[in-house]
């Protein structure tokens, strides 16, 4: 009998952001926003953080929600890949 081995990878990152460019082939730019408390004065802040993302089909859009993941790195600053775009920017 053949024995079938799986081999589980591990769970890769996924997070949540807000295209604010499009302006690359195949690339977008995700700007992810995360709330956080100041070390010393314990006041809730907003860290923002923008994302270099691999968009094979060119399908989103800036001002849509998109859901991205981490992968290998695809060139010097891409190493996150979309998944789907969650909602859609209105239609201007």
Do not use: F, Q
Request: aromatic share 4%; glycine share 6%; charged share 40%.
């Amino acid at each position: 009998m053949t024995e079938e081995i799986t081999i589980e990878r591990g769970t890769r990152k996924t997070l949540s952001g807000k295209v604010v460019s499009d302006k690359g082939d195949k690339t977008i730019v995700v700007e992810v926003e995360r709330l956080t408390k100041h070390k010393l004065y314990r006041k809730t802040i907003r860290v923002r953080k923008k994302y270099y993302v691999h968009d094979e089909s060119n399908v989103a859009r800036v001002g849509d929600v998109v859901e991205i993941m981490g992968t290998r790195p695809i060139s010097k600053k891409k190493c996150w890949r979309l998944l789907e775009v969650t909602k859609a920017a209105p239609i201007e």
